[in-house]
Nanobody, 120 residues
């Protein structure tokens, strides 16, 4: 059973930084597209950043230049470095692992989320 576990959330003042981690169990990590999503209070979940197996990244316009997604295939872990945080970044942040296995069966695993709260 694959597990996706986020950590690193918390309370920070505006302008501060946090680093989120996402650990994935099993052997799927290196073949997965890893994504960070967030769901602000009362709003829909949205993509924040994603990184391909080869390291290509893409970001939501609202976080470009402030957030950096990365991955360490040796540690089966993805990261989201968040700098210059704003109150509007307050949300539950979720990690996602998406891909297909050897038999081309697609998969889509989610973590339980970690709360990020930015105070003004």
């Amino acid at each position: 059973q694959v597990q996706v576990v986020e950590s690193g959330g918390g309370l920070v003042q505006a302008g501060g930084s946090l680093r989120l981690s996402c650990a994935v169990s099993g052997s799927i990590f290196s073949s997965s597209i890893m994504g960070w999503y967030r769901q602000p209070p009362g709003k829909q979940r949205e993509l924040v950043a994603a990184i391909s197996r080869g390291g290509t990244t893409n970001y939501a316009d609202s976080v470009k230049g402030r957030f950096t997604i990365s991955r360490d295939n040796a540690k089966n872990t993805a990261y989201l470095q968040m700098n210059s945080l704003k109150p509007e970044d307050t949300a539950v942040y979720y990690c996602n692992a998406n891909g297909a296995d050897y038999y081309r069966h697609g998969y889509d695993y989610w973590g339980q989320g970690t709360q990020v709260t930015v105070s003004s």
